[in-house]
């Protein structure tokens, strides 16, 4: 009996292009459990549906076509671009024309897996982690179609979409100590992307602990932490330099959580001297930063750290579920200036409780930590399955609802499209607000800027993808800097 065969497709035509990483890591479990991928990259394709069906003719017949979504929309409250439509229109196709069955997963997806599937009338969903599960589909589709199979069922992860009935298996989070393939790297045009989206990218761990009451990376990545073994991490960024790949921004939801994961990694970086040849940026949790690991970052070749810090406001904080406070935000400030690291600190302003006080207070803050940049997300973008999407939906249709949110709001229940939350007591023209605080100190951005240079937006970002034509690499706030910097 020949190998199941799985189509693996990337759709995703943001721009700069960002490597779809899934799909390296799910190629190569593929490969190790004797199927056999073959990737589909709609990024370089021009017209996409021509190639697809170029692609399926030469090279099937395939059990399943798997899609990665990893962005349902932009979540940015002032353009709110909403990217489902694109998908649901690819999987109606792959059905119509060739009858293929389609899974989608990845991170976009697992943040509300049955709401997305729905939605995108595709068969199936992998919620969570895809290497085994999307294996264990194909053989199982596989089977049945050569008259050996039985039911689809069983699978950890796994939704089965029957015209909108689904049935559902709890996904589970597997640990990633044995999981040395995800070092290969070997079926995604790394370099092609690093060329044109500036960086290359990879993960130390997956899976974050914390309860911020916004945030939906536990529900997408699993709330437990699964650490990957330094050794492979460094066999993977191997894989990547032969690809002339040596900047990357890492993809953990938060580097420094567990901060003895993190150390460890600068260690090998520099024990292997990998960190003279790379160099890397991370997104971090303000708290846990201690001098140590601050040192060792910047020795193992990190230039760059986005720290997710929301507000400078203790009330604020603590209703975000956050755990630090301002002490905590000028120390690990200063650890950064003390030790050369460059950094952003990101704001998420008009959660429960903002003011246009607290606002100010956490402009004027930034303003002293002195971060090379700032960058301000204004509403928080409301997920169904989050603490505060659940408390908002409790409160059901009325007038709380049309007092704090923004965005589809009506027949939009599951908030599936984009909805934000805005704190009733902002007041009018909160925006201009905003940008009167922050007037012409360039360390700020916000998201969907009406200046094109202050717009920190990374997609269809016109000044960043003229940078990287250029020649810059690095994580985009970065280079949004540099240029304005140089201009
Ligand atoms: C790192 C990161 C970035 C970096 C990317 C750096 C890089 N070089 O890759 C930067 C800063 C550039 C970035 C930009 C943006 N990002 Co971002 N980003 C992330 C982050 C933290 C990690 C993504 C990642 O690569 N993970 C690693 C891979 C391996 O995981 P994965 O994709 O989930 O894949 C696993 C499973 O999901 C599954 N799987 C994946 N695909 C498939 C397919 C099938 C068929 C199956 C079965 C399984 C499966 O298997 C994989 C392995 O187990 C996520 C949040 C998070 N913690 O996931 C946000 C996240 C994806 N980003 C998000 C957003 C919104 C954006 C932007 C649109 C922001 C903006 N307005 O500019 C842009 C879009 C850029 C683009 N071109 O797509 C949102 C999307 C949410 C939403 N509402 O849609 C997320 C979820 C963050 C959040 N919670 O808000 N991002």
């Known amino acids: 009996m020949p190998a ?7 759709d995703n035509n943001l721009e700069p292009p960002v490597a779809p990483l899934a799909l390296d890591y799910l190629g190569a479990a593929l490969e190790e459990e004797g199927v056999e991928p073959v990737l589909a990259d709609l990024v370089w394709a021009g017209d996409g549906y021509r190639f697809l069906a170029e692609l399926i003719d ?22 709110r671009k909403f990217y489902l439509p694109r998908v649901r229109e690819l999987v109606a196709w792959l059905g119509e024309e060739f009858g293929l069955p389609v899974v989608l997963g990845g991170c976009g997806f697992s943040i509300m897996p049955r709401e ?12 969570g982690d895809g290497e085994e599960a999307l294996a264990e589909l194909a053989r199982q589709l596989h089977a049945g179609q050569t008259g050996a199979g039985r039911e689809v069922s069983g699978i950890p992860g796994l939704l089965a979409n029957a015209d909108g009935r689904v049935r559902f298996y709890p996904p589970r989070y597997v640990s990633l100590a044995q999981k040395e393939l995800l070092s290969r790297r070997g079926l995604v045009d790394n370099h092609r992307y690093f060329v044109q989206g500036g960086q290359g990218s990879a993960e130390t761990k997956r899976g974050c602990d914390r309860t911020c009451t916004y945030c939906a990376d536990p529900l997408g990545r699993g709330d437990v932490q699964r650490l990957r073994p330094p050794q492979h991490l460094l066999w993977e960024l191997q894989s990547l330099l032969a690809q002339g790949v040596h900047c990357l921004h890492l993809c953990d939801a938060e580097f420094n959580l567990p901060p003895e994961h993190a150390a460890e990694f600068c260690r090998s970086l520099i024990e292997s001297g990998l960190s003279r040849e790379l160099s890397w940026y ?6 846990p930063f201690t001098a140590e690991l601050a040192g060792l970052m910047k ?15 203790e009330a604020i904080l603590s209703a975000l579920g956050r755990d630090h406070d301002r002490r905590a935000l000028q120390r690990t400030a200063e650890l950064c200036h003390l030790n050369g690291i460059p950094f952003m600190a990101d704001l998420l302003l008009g959660g429960p409780g903002e003011t246009r006080e607290t606002i100010a207070e956490s402009i004027s803050f930034m303003k002293e930590l002195d971060p090379l940049a700032v960058g301000i997300s204004l509403g928080i973008r409301l997920y169904k399955y989050t603490p505060l999407g659940r408390k908002i939906r409790g409160e059901g249709p009325g007038k709380n609802w049309r007092q704090s949110l923004q965005g589809e709001v009506e027949g939009n229940e599951d908030f599936l499209r984009p909805v934000y939350y805005f704190s009733p007591s902002l007041g009018e023209n909160i925006h201009e607000f905003i940008l009167e605080l922050t007037g012409d ?43 304005q910097e140089s201009g």
């Open 441 to 483: 100190d360039r360390r700020f951005f916000s998201l969907g800027d009406p200046r094109e240079e202050r717009d920190y937006g990374y997609t269809e970002n016109r000044v960043l993808m003229e940078a990287i034509a250029e020649g810059h690499r690095g994580a985009y706030w970065h280079i949004l800097k540099k240029i």
């Open 299 to 313: 020795r193992a070749g990190c230039v760059g750290i986005n720290f997710g810090v929301d507000s400078a406001n």
């Open 4 to 10: 199941p065969r799985v189509l693996l497709i990337n």
């Open 282 to 287: 991370a997104y971090c949790s303000p708290v």
């Open 116 to 127: 997305v599937l729905v939605f995108c009338g595709a068969g199936y969903g992998i919620w």
């Open 58 to 79: 030469k090279n099937g017949p395939f059990c399943l076509a798997a899609l990665t979504v990893r962005n349902i929309d932009d979540s940015s409250s002032q353009t």
